[in-house]
């Protein structure tokens, strides 16, 4: 076990972080750089041939394989620059954003990548909502300089239109497309230039501010327009400020191409000096803070992954470490259930192989192997003292559908297959009150497309769905439930925690039911 002083300088080594994008932004393309840089795989397109199903470590995969989307997240680790990175990946597509939201709860930083043709797209919008409510730093990546896209200006300023977050430029773009010469670094105090110049150059070095007036690019227009845009930033730009950045309110940008490995390397540098290092924890069963530097282990499980090796049929836990240095084998407490288990399963998250844990501290993901007992959201703690984290946001799904096992002999594998699928995350369970029938809810159709792809192929267990369609799950206080309520227009049912709720067939009939019952409280979630 580390002591004090030990703890407190692995936890300030730790950079935790997410990166956010619309789909085709870049975002393998850039993690798949970063890896690089940390010696984690040597060669490019390693993460790509993952994402297009060539290392596919389950066959559930197998759909992404179809679909060409990547719908598991997975967590990698590296160090660079004295510092330990953990990158955790989410899913591409926007059904399964429930899972990013979830992930998004478990750094301490983003990195928004924006294809700088397109600027901000919808996914990028709504997952920089997400980000921007836990107060978190985000860092920008303007990717694709290699093509012609925005002017630069447009796209600094759209941030803030569009976004609401005051951007500040690290380095500026010279030239873009085929014309790009460089990126002219503010805060390094150089020109990166795209390619070598004659004398063999990477970098050029600025007095004042300016390229010396013998080098030939200081007659350049490309570079003359870019000091101009400079100039234009000093005196009407946003100021830097730290401050601001550390609270979300302002965002560091950062130009550059990831297909061409340009920007990326001075990305990385600035940030991991600037991202932060684990902070303290608001807990749910005390009013106080848990520090990371605390001395004893608390962690919650904010994913649960099944099956991800076919040859193992296995779940694993993805534990956040809160506070404390994490051990195989030591006896952690279940919040939940009160029961205490021993830990001595345990993997550790690289880009490509599964490694033992030998020390993890707060900052840290470890996967714990996983027989039923977790469910997302949980915490454990080794302390005497009880440890909850806040709970994981909710969401309200909208899409819903009744799901009845097609084969009435096999009750035994639905409702094992169901369980399971539902503590992970995968889709929301609801009964009916009446019947007590099945009805899930998810927030994109591929959710269901999934569950029942793996219902089929982890359970044995063929599934029969039938749609209800977009609804508007409402909950309501359980002391003003009266099941004479519910109706085809207003479904009663209830939650995995026993909770009851509406699921109303649009707006009127929420309308309707307000009118006809006004002192019910309807309430719903994130
Ligand atoms: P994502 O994970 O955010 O979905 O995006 P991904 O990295 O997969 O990139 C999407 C596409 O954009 C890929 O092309 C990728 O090569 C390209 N791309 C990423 N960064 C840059 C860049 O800096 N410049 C240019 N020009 N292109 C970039 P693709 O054709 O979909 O895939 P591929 O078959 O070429 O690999």
């Known amino acids: 076990m580390m002591n004090a002083q030990e703890l407190k300088q692995a ?4 950079r935790t972080f997410a990166i956010i994008s619309h789909p085709d932004a870049g975002k393998t393309t850039i993690t798949e750089q970063l890896l690089l840089y940390g010696g984690v795989i040597r ?140 990126l002219y670094d503010r805060v390094g105090q150089q020109l990166e230039l795209y390619r070598e110049n004659e004398a063999g150059q ?26 101009d845009d400079i100039d234009l930033l000093n005196d009407a730009g946003n100021q830097y400020n730290l401050k601001k950045i550390m609270a979300g309110d302002q965002t560091p940008v950062f130009f550059g ?17 600037m991202a932060p290092a684990p902070g303290p924890h608001q807990l749910a069963n005390r009013d106080e803070e848990l520090m990371p530097t605390a001395p004893e282990f608390a962690g919650f499980v904010f994913k649960i992954q099944a099956n991800m090796n076919p040859n193992h049929r296995d779940r694993i836990a993805f534990v956040r470490i809160g506070s404390g240095e994490f051990d195989r084998g030591m006896d952690v407490t279940l919040e939940r259930t009160g029961k205490t288990m021993r830990l001595n399963n345990s993997t550790e998250f690289m880009a490509d192989s599964r490694e033992q844990v030998t020390t993890a501290v707060a900052g840290d993901i470890v996967g714990l192997y996983d027989t039923g007992n977790f469910q997302i959201g949980d915490t454990i703690y080794a302390g005497k003292d009880p440890v909850r984290f806040e709970p994981l946001p909710q969401f309200t799904p909208e899409l ?6 097609k084969n009435v002999m096999k009750q035994k594998s639905f409702h094992k ?51 209800i369609g977009n609804r508007t799950a409402r909950w309501i206080e359980p002391d003003q439930l009266d099941e004479k309520m519910s109706s085809s227009r207003n479904l009663l049912v209830k939650d995995v925690h026993g909770d009851p709720l509406f699921l109303f067939e649009n707006q009127y009939a929420e309308r309707w039911f307000a009118d006809k019952y006004p002192n019910v409280r309807l309430t719903a979630k994130l």
């Open 11 to 14: 936890v300030a080594k730790r």
């Open 43 to 182: 060669e490019a397109g390693t993460v790509k041939a993952k994402k297009s199903g060539h290392f596919a470590k389950s066959d559930w995969m197998a759909i992404e394989k179809q679909r060409g989307i990547s719908v598991t997240s997975s967590v990698m680790q590296f160090d660079y620059a004295g510092k330990r990175i953990n990158i955790l990946d989410t899913p591409g597509h926007e059904d399964f954003s429930e899972d990013t939201y979830r992930t998004l709860m478990a750094v301490d930083a983003a990195v928004m990548v924006i294809d700088s043709a397109k600027g901000i797209e919808a996914q990028t919008k709504k997952l920089f909502k997400v980000v921007k409510q836990r107060g978190i730093p985000i860092f920008t990546f303007m990717n694709k300089l290699d093509r012609d896209g925005r002017e630069p200006l447009d796209l600094i300023a759209e941030l803030e239109d569009l976004l609401g977050i005051e951007g500040y430029a690290m380095n500026w773009p010279i030239g873009m497309g085929k014309g790009l010469v460089g």
């Open 202 to 227: 990477k970098h050029l070095p600025l007095v004042s501010g300016k390229l010396a007036a013998s080098e030939p690019l200081s007659h350049d227009p490309q570079y003359l327009a870019a000091l």
């Open 257 to 273: 191409s990831a297909l061409t490995n340009f920007g990326v390397e001075t990305f990385l540098k600035h940030f991991v000096d």
């Open 400 to 405: 819903f559908m009744r799901v009845t096992a």
């Open 417 to 467: 297959g169901m369980q399971q699928l539902v503590q992970e995350g995968a889709v929301q369970l609801y009964r009916t009150y009446a019947t007590g029938d099945y009805i899930l809810g998810a927030v994109g159709q591929l959710q269901f497309e999934v569950f029942k792809f793996r219902m089929q192929n982890e359970y044995n267990s063929e599934v029969v769905m039938t749609p």
